[in-house]
């Protein structure tokens, strides 16, 4: 899953927020460089992303991309399914998708000293650009995948994703509401409380 539902998904720890948001970004002997809380927070990005990519309702939604996007085609799904975890967030919170995202960007920027150099890069631009709540916009979606097409290694046809999000609306929008209930409840067994979405939001953590 891409940003959005990682954060969605953290439950009411600011440690593991920060862990599961930050977890692509630290390898090998850099997560001893990290405490307990942080350190479950890279546990639980690693096995919410092994659920995806082993459901085969997210192979689905790849199969229809991936002639055209090979190996990103996994990439590309993760966004899809963040613009309509942004677009239609009302359904998953009681309260506005940008209250959530404001304390989220809170949780990385006091945390900012223990941020890897990418996200520490990439902060700035998250948080001007206003990244999470703008998923839900097909426009601002483009810009994104523009971006990412730009930075790959080779040509991935990346800025031309929101075509075929608009080409095949309805096919991926019910596999993210099929597939997503199902991943709620995977990371609720896992001892994430996602009860937050309902009371009001993340805990401070003294």
């Given at each position: 899953m891409n940003l959005l539902a990682h954060t969605y998904l953290s439950g009411e720890s600011e440690d593991i927020l920060l862990g599961n948001l930050i977890a692509d970004m630290v390898k090998g002997r850099q997560i001893d460089n990290f405490h307990q809380g942080?350190?479950?927070?890279?546990?639980?990005?690693?096995?919410?992303?092994?659920?995806?990519?082993?459901?085969?309702?997210?192979?689905?939604?790849?199969?229809?991309?991936?002639?055209?996007?090979?190996?990103?085609?996994g990439v590309v799904v993760d966004m899809f399914?963040?613009?309509?975890?942004?677009?239609?967030?009302?359904?998953?919170?009681?309260?506005?998708?940008?209250?959530?995202?404001?304390?989220?960007?809170?949780?990385l920027l006091k945390n900012y000293f223990l941020l890897p150099v990418r996200a520490k890069n990439a902060l700035p631009?998250?948080?001007?650009?206003?990244?999470?709540?703008?998923?839900?916009?097909?426009?601002?979606?483009?810009v994104h995948f523009e971006g990412m097409a730009s930075r790959t290694p080779f040509k991935s046809g990346m800025e031309n994703a929101v075509d075929d999000l608009v080409k095949h609306y309805e096919d991926f929008e019910n596999e993210f509401r099929t597939f997503f209930p199902e991943l709620m409840a995977y990371v609720e067994m896992q001892g994430i409380s996602l009860e937050h979405h309902r009371n009001g939001g993340l805990n401070t953590r003294h």
């Open positions: 942080i350190v479950e927070g890279f546990m639980l990005h690693r096995k919410i992303d092994t659920f995806t990519d082993t459901h085969p309702i997210i192979e689905q939604s790849k199969m229809r991309l991936r002639n055209k996007y090979r190996l990103y085609s399914y963040d613009h309509y975890l942004a677009k239609y967030w009302s359904e998953y919170s009681r309260h506005s998708l940008t209250r959530f995202v404001k304390q989220a960007y809170n949780v631009y998250m948080v001007s650009s206003n990244w999470l709540v703008n998923y839900a916009d097909l426009d601002r979606l483009r």
